[in-house]
Nanobody, 121 residues
Framework: QVQLVESGGGLVQAGGSLRLSCAAS????????MSWYRQAPGKQRELVAT???????NYVDSVKGRFIISRDNAKYTVSLQMGSLKPEDTAVYYC???????????????WGQGTQVTVSS
């Protein structure tokens, strides 16, 4: 069974930093793009950052210059280094990845369970 598990969420003061990690596991042939999304209560889930298999990142404008997405293809992990955090960053952060399992040999999209990030003012 392919799974994505996030970790690293928590409570942090405004201006602080937090690093989120997401690890994929299971019978995986390969992983394509990996992304971080976030969703606050009552709001739509938004794409925060994406990184291609080759390591090319893309960010939503609101986090540019503050967040850095990275990945380790050997470890099947993706991280989100969040700096200069603002209360507006408070949300549940989700990891998403396009994964090709050995059982299907076609790309499927998987979501992690989410990790809560709370930024206090």
């Amino acid at each position: 069974q392919v799974q994505l598990v996030e970790s690293g969420g928590g409570l942090v003061q405004a201006g602080g930093s937090l690093r989120l990690s997401c690890a994929a596991s299971g019978n995986i042939k390969s992983i394509n793009a990996m992304s971080w999304y976030r969703q606050a209560p009552g709001k739509q889930r938004e794409l925060v950052a994406t990184i291609t298999r080759g390591g090319s990142p893309n960010y939503v404008d609101s986090v540019k210059g503050r967040f850095i997405i990275s990945r380790d293809n050997a470890k099947y992990t993706v991280s989100l280094q969040m700096g200069s955090l603002k209360p507006e960053d408070t949300a549940v952060y989700y990891c998403r990845a396009g994964i090709v399992p050995f059982t299907t040999l076609v790309e499927l999209y998987y979501w992690g369970q989410g990790t809560q990030v709370t930024v206090s003012s």
